[in-house]
């Protein structure tokens, strides 16, 4: 059974970093792909950034340029670096594994793959 346990989040300053993991527990096969979402109350649940077996990254562009994304070769950990965070990023944010190889936009099918429980972010300006 797949299991994936983030951890990281907190509370920030605007202008701060964080840093969140995910720890994946069970068999996960490199044809799966790695991606962190993120969720506000009332509004889709929204890719942020995602990482295939070739370790190639894709961002949303409200992120680009300030969060990286990386896998250990393992591919049973993943890191995102969250830097000069703003209030926007503030959400609840999840770690999936699955068919989720590109950040695309527009909302995501949550019964496809494997799905943490959710890390939350607050950023205060």
């Known amino acids: 059974q797949v299991k994936l346990v983030e951890s990281g989040g907190g509370s920030v300053q605007s202008g701060g970093s964080l840093t969140l993991s995910c720890a994946a527990s069970g068999y996960i096969s490199k044809s799966n792909c790695y991606a962190w979402f993120r969720q506000v109350p009332g509004s889709e649940r929204e890719g942020v950034a995602a990482?295939?077996?070739?370790?190639?990254?894709t961002y949303a562009p409200s992120v680009q340029g300030r969060f990286t994304l990386s896998a250990d070769t393992a591919w049973k950990t993943l890191t995102l670096q969250m830097n000069n965070l703003k209030s926007e990023d503030t959400a609840m944010y999840y770690c999936a594994t699955g068919p989720f190889c590109r950040v695309v936009p527009g909302p995501v099918n949550q019964a496809l793959g494997y799905w943490g429980q959710g890390t939350q972010v607050t950023v205060s300006s």
């Open positions: 990482i295939d077996m070739s370790g190639t990254t």
